[in-house]
T-cell receptor, first 115, second 114 residues
Framework: AQSVTQPDIHITVSEGASLELRCNYS??????LFWYVQSPGQGLQLLLKYFSGDTLVQGIKGFEAEFKRSQSSFNLRKPSVHWSDAAEYFC?????????????FGAGTRLAVHP | DTGVSQDPRHKITKRGQNVTFRCDPI?????LYWYRQTLGQGPEFLTY????????KSRLLSDRFSAERPKGSFSTLEIQRTEQGDSAMYLC????????????FGEGSWLTVV
């Protein structure tokens, strides 16, 4: 069965520090992978997505992610975190069932940013 | 493009009552999805429509839940005889077509069952 694991429930970083959020997936074929961000009480906003091609994908707000098939990982990175990045981050894989439109989410990583 | 709109944003109801949530997708998006998110968890897929046809339902969608999209535009999610375990945020999303098209989420409808 397809699944997504985000090993870190909470992460705290200082403003200006670099960030890496981990995501591991379980999927039998080439995965479609996504990172979404959710601010408190809000819906989800897409940061970036990977379907094929270049394994390093650029997203909005200065985020990037790297797909590593050998490690079944799709980690999210940002070189310098801003206080406004404090939110919850979800990694997701698109399920083959339903034409790749059903998303399976990880449990999320809550990011806190210290001034 | 006004985004995915959900109503109401918050609902408090007594156990046993029925509730209905409405979702207006992005105009011309033919796919519409419902997800449920509980505290500390990621969203879980409930069901999706292509136009007016409901193509898939999760086993999470018990008999007390029903979703409709009568004219292929807006959708409703009704929960009958609510239970405390139904307390969650119900997220609606929409997309154009399949595959690589982005799924856009609304801001969600919070349900609290007391």
């Amino acid at each position: 069965a397809q699944s997504v694991t985000q090993p870190d429930i909470h992460i705290t970083v200082s403003e200006g520090a670099s960030l890496e959020l981990r995501c591991n997936y379980s999927y039998g074929a080439t995965p479609y992978l996504f990172w979404y961000v959710q601010s408190p009480g809000q819906g989800l906003q897409l940061l970036l997505k990977y379907f094929s091609g270049d394994t390093l994908v650029q997203g909005i707000k200065g985020f990037e992610a790297e797909f590593k098939r050998s490690q079944s990982s799709f980690n999210l990175r940002k070189p310098s975190v801003h206080w406004s990045d404090a939110a919850e981050y979800f990694c997701a894989v698109a399920s083959l069932s339903g034409g790749y439109n059903k998303l399976i989410f990880g449990a999320g990583t809550r990011l806190a940013v210290h001034p | 493009d006004t985004g995915v709109s959900q109503d109401p944003r918050h609902k408090i109801t007594k156990r046993g009552q029925n509730v209905t949530f409405r979702c207006d997708p992005i105009s011309e998006h033919n796919r519409l999805y419902w997800y449920r998110q509980t505290l500390g968890q990621g969203p879980e897929f409930l069901t999706y429509f292509q136009n007016e046809a409901q193509l898939e339902k999760s086993r999470l969608l018990s008999d007390r839940f029903s979703a409709e999209r009568p004219k292929g535009s807006f959708s409703t999610l009704e929960i009958q005889r609510t239970e405390q375990g139904d307390s969650a945020m119900y997220l609606c999303a929409s997309s154009l077509g399949t595959g690589r098209n982005t799924i856009y989420f609304g801001e969600g409808s919070w349900l609290t069952v007391v």
